[in-house]
Nanobody
Framework: VQLQASGGGLVQAGGSLSLSCAAS????????MGWFRQAPGKEREFVAT????????YYTDSVRGRFTISRDNAKNTMYLQMNRLNAEDTAVYYC????????????????WGQGTQVTVSS
């Protein structure tokens, strides 16, 4: 499956952004999905994951209550709605697909998108 992340940009602290991850070549419903992010000089870190049906989600503590992961399998697209953004959310955001179950580790994912930059100004 090929993944294309989009929707990043520059936003002021306290603002919102919505990211999308579109899949091609394979049906998205066959995969658990996740969002990760990587800030300059830091390792890629887990943000959120969603199971194949979209019924179950899980978030890292720092974004829980502010971010919402969702998917529309009919549109082969996954989303990340990000609210109340702060400077610590600045990073390149990556979407990923896993043949197995929803997961929090990078090695558990089989396919990655190219990343989209999110910059939050304080």
């Amino acid at each position: 499956v090929q993944l294309q992340a989009s929707g990043g940009g520059l936003v002021q602290a306290g603002g919102s952004l919505s990211l999308s991850c579109a899949a091609s070549r394979r049906t998205l419903s066959s995969y658990a999905m996740g969002w990760f992010r990587q800030a300059p000089g830091k390792e890629r870190e887990f943000v959120a994951t969603i199971n194949k049906s979209g019924a179950t989600t899980y978030y890292t503590d720092s974004v829980r209550g502010r971010f919402t992961i969702s998917r529309d399998n009919a549109k082969n697209t996954m989303y990340l709605q990000m609210n109340r953004l702060n400077a610590e959310d600045t990073a390149v955001y990556y979407c990923a697909a896993a043949r197995g179950f929803m997961a929090t580790m990078t090695w558990q994912y089989d396919y990655w998108g190219q990343g989209t930059q999110v910059t939050v100004s304080s």
